[in-house]
């Protein structure tokens, strides 16, 4: 158990539709990191945020977006929904406080699985 | 923009038959190389992280190395609960994101 959880584990739902996917990440990370994962993309880098601030921005498509809130828990909302978007997302947690470094190891949750019909 | 190549992109072993995956890296100034472990449907496990060419870590029957241009991942006397997908993935200076590669699933048969 890395520490990190998501919410749901399991998402369907239908092209067009919006979704929001959950992260907490462990206990005094600061940095929260969204990856999706499909069959022929692989694990591929989505946003970084640090402290409530994005921090850096991978290929992560207009309809998509994301934020930091206060506590630290992340949210990824997915909006007009289409079949490809269909995928594991991962968030991943890194960086205490009095130890920030963008390199440091990231710890991965445990995914969501979205199924767009 | 970084790149990384993993070999090969499948490998069968049998149990106690030690070998070695590779990772082949492009980047433009490297800060970190990871290795993780990744079940079906599970999220991606930490195992290693090395910084400079020459370090290498061990953790039970893994041992990572790394050189300027590949990092290789040697498992000895593998048993079949170390069968996953394993994954290589840099952290560049430039980039300031993990690119990842796109595994090696290894099985290992009793």
């Known amino acids: 158990d890395s520490g990190v959880t998501q919410t749901p584990k399991h998402l369907i739902t239908a092209t067009g539709q919006r979704v929001t996917l959950r992260c907490s990440p462990r206990s005094g990370d600061l940095s929260v990191y969204w990856y999706q994962q499909s069959l022929d993309q692989g694990l591929q880098f989505l946003i970084h945020?640090?402290?409530?601030?994005?921090?850096a921005k991978g290929n992560i498509l207009e309809r998509f977006s994301a934020q930091q809130f206060p506590d630290l828990h992340s949210e990824l909302n997915l909006s007009s929904l289409e079949l490809g978007d269909s995928a594991l997302y991962f968030c991943a947690s890194s960086e205490k406080r009095g130890a920030p470094s963008s390199y440091n190891e990231q710890f991965f949750g445990p995914g969501t699985r979205l199924t767009v019909l | 923009e970084d790149q990384v190549t993993q070999s090969p992109e499948a490998l069968r072993l049998q149990e106690g038959e030690s070998s070695s995956l590779n990772c082949s890296y492009t980047v433009s100034g490297l800060r970190g190389l990871f290795w993780y472990r990744q079940d079906p449907g599970k999220g991606p496990e930490f195992l290693f992280t090395?910084?400079?060419a020459g370090e290498e870590k061990e953790k039970e029957r893994l041992k990572a190395t790394l050189t300027k241009k590949e990092s290789f991942l040697h498992i000895t006397a593998p048993k079949p609960e170390d069968s996953a997908t394993y994954l290589c993935a840099v952290f560049s200076g430039s980039a300031r994101q993990l690119t990842f590669g796109s595994g090696t699933q290894l099985t290992v048969l009793p």
């Open positions: 090395l910084y400079s």
């Open positions: 945020y640090y402290n409530g601030e994005e921090r």
